[in-house]
């Protein structure tokens, strides 16, 4: 996994939660917005070859990457990880 380490804030609240090279090559970029009030309000992707995605690509996306990005915003915001959990 190729991720970065922290996520950065680039601008207005859209943070980058990093970028993850898949077995095809391609890689795939996880953004969110993170409002002060509202917290976490979107979740979003950019890919190089946007889906449908690869066949061996599948996997990798998700058992790696979706359990990547999960971890990684509920320890950012721990109410998502207590709601999650109810």
């Known amino acids: ?5 922290k996520p950065k804030l680039t601008y207005a609240g859209l943070v980058s939660a990093g970028i993850w090279q898949l077995p095809s090559g391609n890689r795939c970029h996880a953004n969110f917005v993170h409002d002060q009030a509202l917290g976490i309000t979107h979740l979003f992707f950019v890919w190089d070859v946007p889906p449908p995605m690869q066949i061996e690509d599948a996997g ?3 058992n790696v990457v979706v359990p990547g990005i999960a971890k990684l915003l509920t320890s950012r915001t721990p109410d998502i990880a207590v709601s999650a959990a109810a």
Do not use: Q
């Open 1 to 5: 996994m190729s991720r970065s380490s």
């Open 60 to 62: 990798y996306y998700f």
